[in-house]
């Protein structure tokens, strides 16, 4: 490249020599006149090339394929007829930095084949400003974390157990042991709660061996847990939980509701009855099933002005060993989910701190306590009553930006028949 330092585009001035770099987005190869396009990550800038002037230049564009990599060195200069910011670049050199091939796909390859080419695909305008917001919205979730005294580890992704118990487990060889990639960091979040951290958080990955086809479903999907201590009950992680989003949602320039209705499962299912004449299959009993998630938040909307709406309250019988049961009711867990435009997108409940009835939780899900040794004993010496959620990042993000999966809004989607690229 030019000995002169790139400029982003975005920081392109008329009247300044300037070397710019990035992807030829269009070419417009006239009788007497060129007009290329360049894209970098911060914009787009058009480069004009008068062919009787520069006719080395001209040569260089004749016939290029657009995605090919240049770099060019040459005079901004005011063009108010130009609607990429009134400027343009007429050259004094060009640097050809790659050449490309013609693209495998386009507008009209279906999204099986566009996964196979994942980067080009990427290189779409509209996506690379997805992950800019995503970039954006992490930052304000730790912000606002790190300013309610959380503090972040990163927990081990490989486990000597699954972390739910169930066969929803990737085994790997750990060694010659038989070892397991986590589902979640459930476990590590409740040992920093017995190491006395009172709220703890961390972004990173998950693994479920799931056979799910779905647009909101992935074997590996990254998610924001956090968890804290000396809480009174579920209502206080909820109360934590709407404050960050909001907080994130309002720094995104997209203000939500100040409080998200709140309503237990049974609640939720006169609600549907009286609302929109549905009634949840027998065999969902028990927790929701789609349709009932997307007529809830169809709800929330109408009656609330949310898009978002917990539903509290889940039998023990759908909820891990490890949510905490109410005194009243043995049969209801203090847990919620966090319905977000007609998807579930998070998961969260007070967790059960005393060893005993852990242990009873434990084996009435027909587990063996002793297969969790490793757990348990973290509440042996010592554990402060608490609770904590998880965020599922992809399913926030998709319905964030209205897109049709969870795999529009990931960098590589991992599902049951794709691993590559």
């Known amino acids: 490249m030019s000995n002169m330092e790139r400029v982003q585009i ?3 001035k008329a009247g300044k020599k300037v070397t710019v770099a990035g ?14 396009i360049l894209r970098d990550t911060t914009g787009k800038v058009q480069v004009t090339v008068f062919k009787p002037e520069r006719p080395e230049i001209a040569k260089i564009f004749e016939g290029m394929m657009v995605d090919s990599v240049v770099a060019v060195t040459g005079k901004a200069v005011d063009a108010p007829n130009v609607k990429l910011g009134g400027i343009e670049i007429v050259p004094d050199s060009v640097e050809v930095l790659s050449v490309a091939k013609l693209s495998p796909i386009d507008e009209n ?3 099986d084949i566009a996964m196979d080419y994942r980067w080009i695909e990427l290189r ?3 996506k690379l400003e997805w992950f800019k ?19 972040e ?7 000597d157990s699954g972390t739910e118990g169930g066969a929803e487990v990737f085994e790997v060889n750990y060694y010659g042991r038989k070892a397991y990639l986590t589902q979640s960091p459930q476990l590590y979040k409740q040992m920093a709660m017995a190491a006395g951290f009172e709220r703890f958080f961390e972004i990173g990955a998950n693994y479920r061996a799931e056979k799910s086809y779905t647009s909101r479903h992935a074997t590996e999907f990254f998610a924001i847990d956090f968890e804290m201590s000396y809480i009174n009950n579920h209502h206080d992680v909820m109360d934590m939980q709407e404050k960050m989003l909001q907080y994130v949602f309002k720094k995104l320039g997209s203000p939500i509701a100040k409080k998200f209705p709140r309503v237990s499962l049974l609640e939720s299912y006169d609600l549907l009855k009286k609302e929109k004449n549905y009634e949840v299959p027998r065999a969902s009993k028990g927790d929701l099933d789609p349709e009932g998630e997307r007529l809830l938040c169809e709800i929330a909307r109408e009656k609330f002005n949310s898009d978002f709406i917990f539903i509290t309250d889940y039998p023990a019988a759908a909820r891990a060993f490890y949510s905490m049961r109410h005194d009243d009711d043995k049969n209801l867990t203090k847990s919620f989910d ?7 997108i998070s998961s969260g409940a007070q967790r059960e701190h005393n060893i005993e009835k852990l242990i009873e939780n434990i084996k009435a899900k027909g587990m063996d306590p002793k297969s969790l040794k490793s757990y348990t004993q973290f509440f042996e010496y010592g554990c402060p009553p608490h609770g904590g959620c998880a965020i599922g990042l992809a399913r926030l993000f998709a319905k964030y930006f209205d897109a049709p999966s969870v795999k529009d809004v990931v960098y590589l989607f991992r599902g049951p028949d794709r691993l590559a690229p």
Request: charged share 25%; aromatic share 10%; net charge positive.
């Open 10 to 12: 975005k920081d392109i």
């Open 338 to 344: 966090l319905l977000y435009k007609g998807v579930e």
């Open 133 to 151: 917001t995503q970039t954006q919205a992490e930052h304000y979730m730790r912000e606002f974390l790190i300013s309610n005294n959380f503090i």
């Open 23 to 36: 992807f030829v987005d269009k070419i417009r190869d006239q009788k007497s006149i060129q007009f290329i």
């Open 124 to 126: 779409d305008t509209k």
């Open 109 to 111: 390859t279906g999204p």
């Open 153 to 159: 580890a990163h927990t081990p992704k490989i486990s």
